[in-house]
């Protein structure tokens, strides 16, 4: 019966064991031995002279080289089971304590570890049938043990990348994300009865992701050809659920082909500094946001290097001209229109959150109106007004922050190195 309580005990059996960090392993220790044995078996059918020792080397040697394996896998082991356990703990404490599972479930980390143990296994075993008064070698066994290490040395490199990618917010984020989209699928699946219609000229996402680059030529080729206008929805580091609108189309979209469209925007896990400008300020504001959190240690140099950075972006984006959102076909229309980044939203990425959060430093709110005093010194006209505004609600933060007519007037007092050369000249 479905419901009976030994099936329900064997599926959770089944669940603890598929779940669990050993089980992998030992399968693969298992596959080791029978390998092994299997490769045995044929070595002692063709009495030891399959492979000549002219390429394994003596009994001796032999042994020397399947000691030396079984040694250094044992060690591989311990090392991939104690880097697994220092992710555990680090994921712990930076992202969720709920995380550990996820990482215990790694089946990376698991076939890695099960490699080496099978090969430790393979070589343990072999190492029985070297004789050396009669001078036999397992000839098949040692090469069969050498690939296995070769192979060992390769997923070796594989798993130090992977764990790096794992401990990657996005990667954690994806992990989770992408197993509980399955139990949504699983739990509640989608009715025949209502599928999705969706209007013609609305393009969706095929996949979800974050949008990593445009393919703006192709786009405004394909829109003359068919003779259409494209509107991407989502523009450079916007996230896109699966099936969410991704683009709309102006025209008759008869003959269009949505692939064509959804083929010319790469939809990644996160976003990069490929194409996207906003990506890498982000991250420069994420740095200075973070050292001046309230975590109890407050770093405002570091701060002042992001901010360094930030200004010295913006001081060479500030008199480049911005694309637009249009896109002109060879006709002159607008083919294409794509969500962009224009001056002001670039100065109000690059100074909002660390003005708000460092407004109690003097060392930051200075540095900030130096960034913002030399800008305006290099910005066109029509740019400088989101500068100004800056400048004001620096001021005012600045002004809320301290108590102290004094403080206010030093930490208002511009200076590029935030408390530096002009930190005693406060009364000027």
């Not at 394994?56 to 697994?84: D, K, N, Q, R």
């Not at 000839?139 to 794992?166: D, E, F, K, R, W």
């Not at 929805?233 to 896109?240: H, M, N, Q, R």
């Amino acid at each position: 019966m479905a419901g009976s309580p030994t099936l329900r005990r064997g599926r959770r059996a089944f669940s603890e064991v598929r779940d669990s960090l050993w089980a992998v392993p030992v399968a693969c220790a298992v596959a080791g031995i029978a390998l092994s044995w299997a490769v045995l078996t044929i070595d002692r059918e063709h009495g030891f002279d399959l492979v000549p020792t002219d390429f394994t080397g003596g009994p001796e040697v032999a042994i020397a080289i399947l000691s030396t394996v079984a040694y250094s896998m044992v060690s591989l082991a311990a090392l991939v089971l104690t880097i697994t356990m220092v992710v555990v703990q680090l994921a712990m404490g930076q992202f969720s304590p709920r995380i550990v599972q996820t990482f215990l479930q790694d089946k990376p980390s698991q076939f890695a570890i099960g490699l080496f143990v099978a090969t430790f296994t393979n070589s343990i075993l072999a190492l029985r049938e070297i004789d050396v008064d009669r001078g036999t070698v397992p000839g098949l066994a040692i090469v069969v043990t050498l690939v296995m290490v070769l192979v060992s040395i390769v997923v070796l490199a594989v798993y130090v990348h992977h764990i790096g990618q794992s401990l990657r917010v996005a990667s954690l984020i994806e992990l989770v994300g992408d197993k509980t989209r399955s139990l949504v699928d699983a739990v509640y699946p989608p009715s025949d009865a209502a599928p999705d219609v969706h209007d013609p000229g609305v393009v969706v996402a095929p996949e979800s992701g974050v949008v990593t680059f445009v393919d703006c030529a192709a786009l405004v080729e394909l829109a003359e050809r068919h003779d259409v206008r494209i509107e991407l929805v989502a523009g450079l580091g916007d996230f896109v659920p699966c099936g969410a609108p991704l683009a709309e189309v102006a025209g008759d979209v008869a003959r269009l082909d949505p692939t064509d469209i959804t083929d010319a925007v790469d939809l990644r896990l996160e976003r990069n500094l490929d194409h996207d400008v906003a990506y890498g300020i982000r991250m420069l504001v994420d740095i200075a946001e973070r050292s001046l959190g309230d975590s109890g240690f407050q770093d405002p140099t570091t701060a002042v290097q992001a901010i360094d950075r930030i200004h010295d972006c913006l001081r060479q984006l500030v008199r480049r001209p911005f694309p637009g959102p249009a896109r002109r076909g060879e006709d002159g229309r607008v083919r294409l229109v794509v969500p962009e980044m224009d001056w002001a939203a670039y100065v109000r990425l690059a100074f909002d959150e660390i003005r708000l959060a460092g407004a109690g430093s003097p060392q930051v709110s200075r540095r900030l109106r130096a960034a913002l005093e030399d800008l305006l010194t290099v910005a066109p006209p029509d740019r400088r007004r989101s500068i100004v505004a800056q400048l004001e609600l620096l001021e005012s933060s600045t002004g809320d922050a301290h108590a102290d007519l004094r403080d206010v007037v030093a930490a208002q007092r511009a200076d590029s190195q935030g408390l530096g050369i002009d930190a005693g000249a406060t009364g000027r």
